[in-house]
T-cell receptor
Framework: GAGVSQSPSNKVTEKGKDVELRCDPI?????LYWYRQSLGQGLEFLIY????????KSGLPSDRFSAERTGGSVSTLTIQRTQQEDSAVYLC?????????????FGDGTRLSIL | AQKITQTQPGMFVQEKEAVTLDCTYD???????LFWYKQPSSGEMIFLIY??????QNATEGRYSLNFQKARKSANLVISASQLGDSAMYFC?????????????FGSGTQLTVLP
């Protein structure tokens, strides 16, 4: 498809388990972002990748959160030892570059529920 | 630091009428971009319109226009001829050029309901 693809669309897991969320950006987009949207809240920045540069991890809420981007394309967000407060929709976005004001295009998100 | 303020948690508009959604911002970055996104109940985040801080003219995109007043630090979204399908949450967002300003900072959103 032409858009940002995220999987799974829904994930339910028990507290304490690890989860992996996947994002496949739009082809040719060098910048990739992860955001989190809690119920009734705006979007909270987590991390972004730009090409081969070191990622900006300034938004990650704790060391249980990590992300990687392999080959400059697909990214995986990993949450270890999940807590109930991690329940949220995790949105991935990509843009052509971060160097100018290219709009970010979002995937449909992964709805994560921690029991 | 960047901040976006949307003071209207909810708005109602009659079908076919125009509506303005308010957005004010604050930033120390001299160059920045302002964006509006639409999020229907299905959850996807849809890019609507963009305004650069140095753009001389207000951005327009179909029925969407951005009323940009730089001195007042406002970037209001105007939707003309509202349609039932416009009912959604609308987010104003901004990006700067430097450091942590490069990620999008979002406002809290305005829930728009278009009435038949």
């Amino acid at each position: 498809g032409a858009g940002v693809s995220q999987s799974p669309s829904n994930k339910v897991t028990e507290k304490g388990k690890d989860v992996e969320l996947r994002c496949d950006p739009i082809s040719g987009h060098t910048a990739l972002y992860w955001y989190r949207q809690s119920l009734g809240q705006g979007l909270e920045f987590l991390i972004y990748f730009q090409g081969n540069s070191a990622p900006d991890k300034s938004g990650l809420p704790s060391d249980r959160f990590s992300a990687e981007r392999t080959g400059g394309s697909v990214s995986t967000l990993t949450i270890q030892r999940t807590q109930q407060e991690d329940s949220a929709v995790y949105l991935c976005a990509s843009s052509l570059t971060t160097g100018d004001f290219q709009p970010q295009h979002f995937g449909d998100g992964t709805r994560l529920s921690i029991l | 630091a960047q901040k976006i303020t949307q003071t209207q948690p909810g708005m109602f508009v009659q079908e076919k009428e125009a509506v303005t959604l308010d957005c004010t911002y604050d930033t120390s970055d001299p160059s920045y971009g302002l964006f509006w996104y639409k999020q229907p109940s299905s959850g996807e985040m849809i890019f609507l319109i963009y305004q650069g801080s140095y753009d001389q003219q207000n951005a327009t995109e179909g029925r969407y226009s951005l009323n940009f007043q730089k001195a007042r630090k406002s970037a209001n979204l105007v939707i003309s001829a509202s349609q039932l399908g416009d009912s959604a949450m609308y987010f104003c967002a901004m990006r700067g050029r430097s450091g942590s300003a490069r990620q999008l900072t979002f406002g809290s959103g305005t829930q728009l309901t278009v009435l038949p």
